[in-house]
T-cell receptor, first 113, second 110 residues
């Protein structure tokens, strides 16, 4: 079974630029998550989708971050404009049914200069 | 979701068993104990989970105390590839997301 795919793996941008990350969850998984992991800390949830609807985006900085999952499969996370403090690893995870385990992708490492 | 307490770091000799403790004294009856690990530059990897019985899979064993206030993850024969940060997470069935603390940084020493 293929795992969660993410791209790109690495991205370097200057502050105030825009960036987008892509995630393809495990086939058939209805729930998709985006997490942010700052160096030295555990991952923190940004947004959760159930199919193509948002379940929880309370921790998403909506003035600069946006995410979508238009067809209930792939998802994109965008930052516009980026700030220095956005430097982090952005992790995508997916989950099958209710009560099932979350599986993570390899992450995208973002460096904002 | 109940919070967990883990030691910040541990060392283990290669080939020996690694026993990683976790305290979750405020766990409630419908909350599971999950363990993930994160090897450097990778995403978190699911290891094992349990409710109240001990569990074993090809990666590890999970021992949960009878009062469920603490648990231990056991890697029976640690290898250098097991060097990682190990996260103990308590979560109720179907809850939205995983709350990651700072975990335990396990270093397997040759």
């Amino acid at each position: 079974e293929a795992g969660v795919a993410q791209s790109p793996r690495y991205k370097i941008i200057e502050k105030r630029q825009s960036v987008a990350f892509w995630c393809n969850p495990i086939s058939g998984h209805a729930t998709l998550y985006w997490y942010q992991q700052i160096l030295g800390q555990g991952p923190k949830l940004l947004i959760q989708f159930q199919n193509n609807g948002v379940v929880d985006d309370s921790q998403l900085p909506k003035d600069r971050f946006s995410a979508e999952r238009l067809k209930g499969v792939d998802s994109t996370l965008k930052i516009q404009p980026a700030k220095l403090e956005d430097s982090a690893v952005y992790l995508c995870a997916s989950r099958g049914g209710w009560g099932e385990t979350q599986y993570f992708g390899p992450g995208t490492r973002l460096l904002v200069l | 979701d109940a919070k967990t307490t883990q030691p910040p770091s541990m060392d283990c000799a290669e080939g020996r068993a690694a026993n990683l403790p976790c305290n979750h004294s405020t766990i409630s009856g419908n909350e599971y104990v999950y363990w993930y690990r994160q090897i450097h530059s990778q995403g978190p990897q699911y290891i094992i989970h349990g409710l109240k019985n001990n569990e074993t899979n090809e990666m590890a064993s999970l021992i949960i105390t009878e009062d469920r206030k603490s648990s231990t993850l056991i890697l029976p024969h640690a290898t250098l590839r097991d060097t990682a940060v190990y996260y103990c997470i308590v979560i109720s069935t179907g809850a939205n997301n995983l709350f990651f603390g700072t975990g335990t940084r396990l270093t397997v020493i040759p």
